[in-house]
């Protein structure tokens, strides 16, 4: 192809992909509340309970992840069009397809007195962020970098990751209390094959590490998926024996930074994930697979109610997973599961009008979603 011609090509495409950058940023900018990165706002559907007003819900997905096109890549789509690689002398970044393995956190914000919601991404080419835990004005969540996990405290409104309580071991599963002072999480630190579970108190002077206390330490069971309550009073983890894919559920209160009066939701092990906790300690919830089917596990601890939450058997997926109680106990936020991969949705079961409303359709797939946030 004429080296002209090529340049030519290779000058409209990069206008047309200028213009689609500068659509999809005012689309995505309009009526930005100021909450973490690339927020835009939202209309809820008419459905969407009053109560949920002023919630937020947060979860890990694979969305707001460029496209890259490399003008250096020989077999790429512009030197198939005979564009010469002088023409595109930079790297072009646009729209929100995944194309390499990034997890971020995203955050929705229920309006107060409007439907305009607003969505924000508040992690960005810096990790992989998986099981996020919300608190006032704070996300916890897991961080993989360079093979490492570590526990990353992160703020809702500018998006500012700070590493906390760091090791040279593997620590993950962090849950927050609401001002985001005290988190719980799980690591290998002190070489417990099967890990432990540990405290965190944010130091009281800047500068200072975060102080550490190990609230664990079986040789016969671990602990796993541990949950803290907003105000720091409950915990819940699952307790099975090592080597086991079974166990129980427990709730524990924490008292002078020790677990104490432990309660077991169920006799029997059963095969159980990703327990979840009211800030009251009432009601507890999680993930539970009942024939085959995973189904959302309700108990409350005061009346000794028991329930499951889900699709009958003719669901077309794995079923409802990864539940998370918010802290009023009014809700359960989980993952509808389903065999089409980007197809799985965010449903929010509300526990007094005993139905189901679901976000809007996400980008991208979704995993670990929790809700945060009370009526004002």
């Given at each position: 192809?004429?080296?002209?011609?090529?340049?030519?090509?290779?000058?409209i495409i990069?206008?047309?992909?200028?213009?689609?950058l500068?659509?999809?940023?005012?689309?995505?900018?309009?009526?930005t509340?100021g909450?973490?990165?690339?927020s835009?706002?939202i209309e809820?559907?008419?459905?969407?309970?009053?109560?949920?007003n002023g919630?937020?819900?947060?979860?890990s997905?694979?969305?707001?992840?460029?496209?890259e096109i490399?003008?250096?890549?020989d077999?790429g789509?512009?030197?198939?069009?005979?564009v010469?690689?002088?023409?595109?002398?930079?790297?072009i970044?646009?729209g929100r397809?995944?194309?390499r393995?990034?997890?971020?956190?995203?955050?929705y914000?229920?309006s107060?007195?409007s439907?305009?919601?607003?969505?924000?991404y508040?992690t960005?080419?810096s990790?992989?962020?998986?099981?996020?835990?919300?608190?006032g004005?704070?996300?916890?969540?897991t961080v993989?970098?360079?093979?490492?996990?570590?526990?990353?405290?992160?703020?809702?409104?500018s998006?500012?990751?700070?590493?906390i309580?760091?090791?040279?071991?593997?620590d993950?599963?962090?849950?927050t209390?609401?001002?985001?002072?005290?988190v719980?999480?799980?690591s290998?630190r002190?070489?417990?094959p099967?890990?432990?579970l540990?405290l965190?108190?944010?130091?009281?002077?800047?500068g200072f590490?975060?102080?550490?206390?190990?609230?664990?330490?079986?040789?016969?069971?671990?602990?796993?998926?541990?949950?803290?309550?907003?105000?720091?009073?409950?915990?819940?983890?699952?307790?099975?024996?090592i080597?086991?894919?079974?166990?129980?559920?427990?709730?524990?209160?924490?008292?002078?930074?020790?677990?104490?009066?432990?309660?077991?939701?169920?006799?029997e092990?059963?095969?159980?994930?990703?327990p979840t906790?009211?800030?009251?300690?009432?009601?507890?919830?999680?993930?539970?697979?009942?024939?085959?089917?995973?189904?959302?596990?309700?108990?409350?601890?005061?009346?000794?109610?028991?329930?499951?939450?889900?699709?009958?058997?003719?669901?077309?997926?794995?079923?409802?997973?990864q539940?998370?109680?918010?802290?009023?106990g009014?809700?359960?936020?989980?993952?509808?599961?389903?065999?089409?991969?980007g197809?799985?949705?965010?449903?929010?079961?509300?526990?007094?009008?005993?139905?189901?409303?679901?976000l809007?359709?996400p980008e991208?797939?979704?995993?670990?979603?929790?809700?945060?946030?009370?009526?004002e």
């Open positions: 192809m004429n080296t002209r011609w090529g340049y030519l090509i290779g000058i990069v206008v047309v992909i200028v213009i689609l500068v659509m999809a940023y005012r689309s995505g900018m309009n009526g509340s909450i973490g990165l690339g835009g706002t809820s559907g008419p459905d969407r309970p009053e109560n949920l919630r937020m819900v947060v979860w997905t694979d969305a707001n992840v460029p496209i490399s003008g250096d890549n077999e789509v512009l030197d198939s069009a005979g010469p690689d002088s023409a595109i002398p930079f790297d970044h646009f397809n995944r194309v393995d990034e997890w971020n956190i995203a955050a914000q229920f107060m007195g439907r305009m919601d607003t969505l924000a508040l960005e080419n990790g992989n962020y998986t099981h996020p835990d919300p608190g004005a704070y996300v916890v969540a993989t970098r360079d093979g490492s996990q570590d526990i990353a405290k992160i703020s809702i409104e998006g500012e990751v700070e590493i309580a760091y090791s040279h071991s593997i993950r599963w962090p849950s209390t609401f001002d985001g002072s005290t719980i999480f799980h290998f002190d070489q417990n099967a890990g432990d540990y965190a108190h944010e130091p009281s002077t800047e590490e975060w102080e550490v206390t190990r609230l664990t330490d079986s040789g016969e069971y671990e602990y796993i998926w541990p949950e803290i309550s907003e105000s720091g009073t409950f915990v819940v983890a699952i307790e099975r024996l080597g086991e894919e079974s166990g129980r559920v427990i709730r524990w209160e924490l008292v002078d930074d020790q677990l104490t009066n432990a309660e077991y939701c169920y006799e092990p059963r095969d159980v994930q990703f906790v009211c800030d009251r300690g009432w009601l507890v919830s999680w993930q539970e697979n009942v024939d085959g089917l995973w189904k959302i596990a309700l108990v409350n601890l005061v009346t000794g109610t028991f329930e499951y939450l889900g699709p009958d058997e003719n669901y077309d997926g794995p079923g409802w997973i539940p998370g109680i918010a802290p009023d009014k809700f359960v936020v989980f993952v509808a599961d389903t065999e089409e991969y197809d799985d949705r965010i449903g929010i079961f509300d526990l007094t009008e005993r139905n189901v409303v679901y809007p359709d991208g797939t979704v995993m670990f979603p929790a809700m945060t946030g009370r009526e």
